[in-house]
Nanobody
Framework: QVQLVESGGGLVQAGGSLRLSCAASGRTFSRYAMGWFRQAPGKEREFVAAISWDGGSTSYADSVKGRFTIFRDNAKSTVYLQMNSMKPEDTDVYYC?????????????????????WGQGTQVTVSS
């Protein structure tokens, strides 16, 4: 089982930046597609960004496109979410997730049901 640990959340003013990190256990991280999702209390978890196993392809929700960047360092088994020009509506708990399919590389997806391992979440709060 893959374990994921997020860090980097906190309080930031509107217009500011934060970088989230997600460190993964296991020796096959380079085969995983990774995603970031977020969830507010009482709401469904929603897709934020995803990245392919090699970092060559990325996908973003329309609400964060142009402001957030997902990238990864396979040597460190870590995926990042750089968040710029942040807005109060970005306030949520952010989760990273891993999609893996055994011995082959996994394709990225915006469907949370396709991700098999999840981190514990990190709170991001943007003040106006």
């Amino acid at each position: 089982q893959v374990q994921l640990v997020e860090s980097g959340g906190g309080l930031v003013q509107a217009g500011g930046s934060l970088r989230l990190s997600c460190a993964a256990s296991g020796r096959t991280f380079s085969r995983y597609a990774m995603g970031w999702f977020r969830q507010a209390p009482g709401k469904e978890r929603e897709f934020v960004a995803a990245i392919s196993w090699d970092g060559g392809s990325t996908s973003y929700a329309d609400s964060v496109k142009g402001r957030f960047t997902i990238f990864r360092d396979n040597a460190k088994s870590t995926v990042y979410l750089q968040m710029n020009s942040m807005k109060p509506e970005d306030t949520d708990v952010y989760y990273c997730a891993a999609r893996f399919t055994g011995s082959t590389t996994a394709t990225m997806s915006d469907d949370l049901n396709l991700y098999r391992s999840w981190g514990q979440g990190t709170q991001v709060t943007v003040s106006s």
